[in-house]
């Protein structure tokens, strides 16, 4: 790829072009402003993954952004982690609180909230929640790497004879989340220990994690990676690559011990033992803000109809099917579809901008159209469909949204 190339496909000249996001050195580099076009197609991605999570078994929380500092210092987080994080903020000499860079310390509070028996696990604690990294300025652009970072997050608490199975069925759920989105993974990599001091808990539970997910990558090419573990333990990391052919990790599945000794979690077995759960983070598709600059340049702006922004353009030919236009929109729009009016300037001009913007249908209502009460639709590829009833062409569009479909006409057609 030319650096032209590159340049012309890079998600940050995409999402000025297509007014998704906005980087104001007033708000502070690395902190972008989602417009409502970006907003639109995030809350849409947001909508299907808390679906599928729901009917995976998850259960969602929210959680605050941030904490007091001594839950971090109990997490490990203030000792192992500390250079990636923002500075303490300090309301008193002994009242201090941290802006957290990770979910976990708030999960296994849900978990704690209550005694928890062994019928409950897996116990799946879901959030798509914020968190913040103190990057440095130099390495921050666009989406890819920002300050404050929308995770799409959970912790599985199981039992040790279940780990193998939850990690199974998670990248199961991954699988068919990037399938919906569009996403090409560069590969799946087995995220080890390196030398050093920067790693938590003993040699023979890092042993233990790293054979379980060892089994669980049974039958998939994997590469290892020593040196990129979380300082808890061992991960199975789901690799991407930019434009610019940068390598980064979208989806995770990590196994941890540790956070469990530190916050004292237990079940009650069905001897009435107690036990120790075992952790496992998981992201099925990392967070908004580098998904998004992954999906911008992957689909090059051109979203699968489900999350694109706009779905449906209407135009008018001219003045006098402006009420027409508007009807089938206030229809699309009451169908649950996102469609808008488009009525100035040229016929011509209108269907280069819908072209320009990547909306996947325009709907053209001329004099015959409006008064039989049909439309025909044009397809963002090009291809222009027989003038047909109004509801029809909702269907059509309906259908392909339904589902998730990463083409522009549903699969009989
Ligand atoms: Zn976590």
């Known amino acids: 790829m030319t650096r032209e190339e590159s340049d012309m496909i890079d998600h940050r000249r995409l999402g000025r072009e297509l ?19 970006g907003a639109a197609a995030r809350h849409a991605v947001e909508e299907y993954v808390r679906d599928l999570e729901r009917r995976a078994g998850y259960q969602h929380v929210y959680s605050p952004p941030l904490g007091k500092r001594e839950l971090f210092a109990l997490s490990g ?49 879901a959030e798509l929640g914020g968190m ?11 989406l890819s790497r920002v300050r404050a970072i929308s995770l799409n997050d959970a912790h599985n608490f199981c039992a040790l004879d279940q780990v193998g199975e939850e990690v199974r069925e998670i990248l199961r759920l991954i699988r068919e989340a990037h399938a919906a989105l569009g996403v090409r993974p560069a590969g799946f990599r087995l995220s080890l220990r390196g030398p050093g001091e920067k790693y938590v808990g003993d040699d023979a539970q890092w042993a233990r994690a790293e054979e379980l997910l060892r089994a669980a990558l049974d039958g998939v090419d994997f590469t290892e990676a020593p040196g990129e573990a979380a300082f808890y333990g061992p991960k199975i990391d789901i690799q991407i690559v930019d434009a610019a052919g940068r390598e980064s990790t979208l989806s995770t599945v990590q196994l941890d011990f540790d956070k469990p000794e530190r916050f004292d979690l237990s079940y009650t077995d069905a001897s009435g033992a107690r036990r120790r759960p075992v952790m496992v983070h998981r992201s099925l598709v990392g967070s908004m803000e580098r998904l998004f600059a992954y999906l911008i340049e992957v689909h090059q702006g051109a979203f699968p109809p489900w ?34 009016v488009d009525a100035g300037g040229s016929l011509g001009a209108r269907i280069r901008d819908a072209a320009h913007r990547r909306v996947p249908y325009v709907g053209v209502v001329g004099a015959r159209e409006a008064a039989d009460g049909s439309v025909s639709l044009r397809l963002r590829d090009g291809r222009g469909l027989a003038p047909m009833p109004v509801a029809d062409a909702l269907g059509l569009v309906g259908a392909v949204v339904a589902a998730r479909s990463t083409g522009l006409l549903p699969a009989a057609a």
């Open 19 to 37: 007014d998704l996001f906005v980087s104001d050195p007033l708000a502070g580099a690395g902190l972008p402003i989602w417009l409502p076009a």
């Open 307 to 340: 999350y694109a922004p706009v779905q449906l353009v209407l135009l008018p030919v001219d003045a006098g099917q402006a009420g027409a236009a508007a009807e089938l929109a206030r229809r699309a729009v009451a169908a649950g579809l996102r469609a808008e």
């Open 77 to 125: 987080h203030l000792g192992y982690f500390a250079d990636d994080m923002f500075p303490p903020l300090r309301l008193s000499a002994d009242d201090e609180f941290v802006l957290r860079p990770a979910l976990c310390p708030h999960h296994a509070l849900v978990y704690r909230a209550r005694g928890r028996s062994y019928r409950e696990l897996p116990l799946r604690i």
């Open 132 to 142: 913040y990294r103190a990057e440095r300025s130099g390495v921050l652009g666009g």
